[in-house]
């Protein structure tokens, strides 16, 4: 029973340099996130998807772009990397409906040199 | 929009001995205060959760209070042990939009 998985775990990019980050769930969840986590900073939203074919912008999303095109997965895609972007990525996803229980992948964690 | 505040940002208790950990937030229509806990190199995992009809919950040694008129929810860990150690983040909801509070790292000392 997989879960939630993330590909890939850790990477490092060069400045300008783009890469996509890939989640896949196995639950047939239908809410789908991206959040990153910096020190002391807790975890803030990307981008989120509440159903197969749509996205929406969460709190910090210059800079990303998603896409949800299977219902098992969700891509987070970084055209131009830049130093900010430094940070451990996490995808989740949780059940039909509001407040329910978000299930997290591993993380990956991005370096942007 | 929702803003969560988490205190203390580091607790350290001796084994066997209680901790507690506080949150604020911001929005008085938020209705959902799920607790998780992240263990080091892993995401975050729901441990308790508790809805705005209710002000207590309580599962083996960990409970949650809420109180919506001050705004305030906190999780209480009682006879604490060694994989208590991790940070634990605290966060609020109205809808399937979660703000998270900023984590408090526990540790458990022997």
Known sequence: NAGVTQTPKFRVLKTGQSMTLLCAQDMNHEYMYWYRQDPGMGLRLIHYSVGEGTTAKGEVPDGYNVSRLKKQNFLLGLESAAPSQTSVYFCASSGTGANTEAFFGQGTRLTVV | ?110
Do not use: M
């Open chain 2, 1 to 110: 929009g929702e803003n969560v505040e988490q205190h203390p940002s580091t607790l350290s208790v001796q084994e066997g001995d209680s901790a507690v950990i506080k949150c604020t937030y911001s929005d008085s229509a938020s209705n959902y205060f799920p607790w998780y806990k992240q263990e080091l190199g892993k995401g975050p995992q729901l441990i308790i959760d508790i809805r705005s009809n209710v002000g207590e919950k309580k599962d083996q040694r960990i409970a949650v209070t809420l109180n919506k008129t001050a705004k305030h929810f906190s999780l209480h860990i009682t006879e604490t042990q060694p994989e208590d150690s991790a940070v634990y983040f605290c966060a609020a909801s109205r809808d399937y939009q979660l703000i998270w509070g900023a984590g408090t790292k526990l540790i458990i000392k022997p």
